[in-house]
């Protein structure tokens, strides 16, 4: 007996290995070697950036010096943080990723966020940090971080960090897209600075007595002074 397959049918099972290749993708595949951000062009809006004329294009489009100084952390909770996406640092156009640094004073925390669109690995390059995230059950994962220590923090949760040391720390990190996004808590969440006090004390309150944290080799008594 000759089995007669519908025409959609193969269609669908054609297509369903593209379909679940692109379910699974971060930002979309590279479709050119090099396409570093056309910053002039404002007037086109497409799910990504334009791309520079070929001709165009320069060693210095791979360049950055963003991530070169510290920010400014003469604010209320002494931190900063500087993102280089696509935007502002023109090849990283396509390739899925973008860069960041933080920095954090003594007794200074970045406060909860998260990146809805990328996942965030975070290298210490100086300093005493504990950092963490919550997964969607309310569990929390935090670890002590000291120079050298890479943590991780998965796509789309809310996670922070703050200096637990006794001099600035100063951390990178790479985001697996080119515009992960930034939803900060207390600003989506908060309305009034009042309640951001409240949040910051919470956090702070913490990191002073480091009970219940995993300093994972960090010298708790150095820490506190003792």
């Known amino acids: 007996m000759k089995l ?23 930002d979309a595949d590279n479709l050119y ?20 004329n070929p001709s165009d294009i320069t060693p210095s489009d ?8 510290p920010g400014d952390t003469d604010n209320f909770y002494g931190s900063s943080m500087i993102m280089a996406t ?11 990723l973008s860069t960041a640094r933080v920095d954090i004073e003594v007794d200074g925390t970045l406060m909860p966020h998260a990146h809805p669109r990328a996942s965030e690995m975070m290298y210490v390059r100086s300093g005493v940090v504990v950092a963490g995230f919550l997964d969607s059950s309310d ?12 943590f991780v923090f998965p796509r789309g949760l809310l996670h922070y960090c703050f200096n637990a040391g006794f001099e600035t720390a100063t951390a990178f990190s790479v985001l697996n897209s080119q515009n992960p996004g930034l939803v900060r808590i207390t600003g989506a969440m908060f309305a009034g600075s009042k309640v951001s006090e409240v949040v910051k004390g919470m956090v702070m309150k913490n990191s002073t007595s480091l009970e219940g944290f995993d300093l994972d080799g960090v010298d708790v008594g150095n820490l506190l002074g003792e």
């Open 4 to 26: 007669s397959i519908p025409s959609t049918a193969i269609s669908f099972l054609t297509c369903l290995p593209i379909f679940i290749q692109y379910s699974f993708a971060g």
């Open 33 to 52: 070697d090099i396409c570093p951000t056309n910053l002039s062009n404002e007037k086109v809006f497409i799910n990504g950036l334009p791309c520079k």
């Open 62 to 69: 791979f360049k950055s010096s963003l991530l070169n100084e």
């Open 86 to 96: 696509a935007a502002e640092f023109p090849g990283l156009n396509t390739l899925g």
């Open 139 to 150: 569990r929390v994962f935090q670890k002590g971080l000291k120079e050298g220590d890479v």
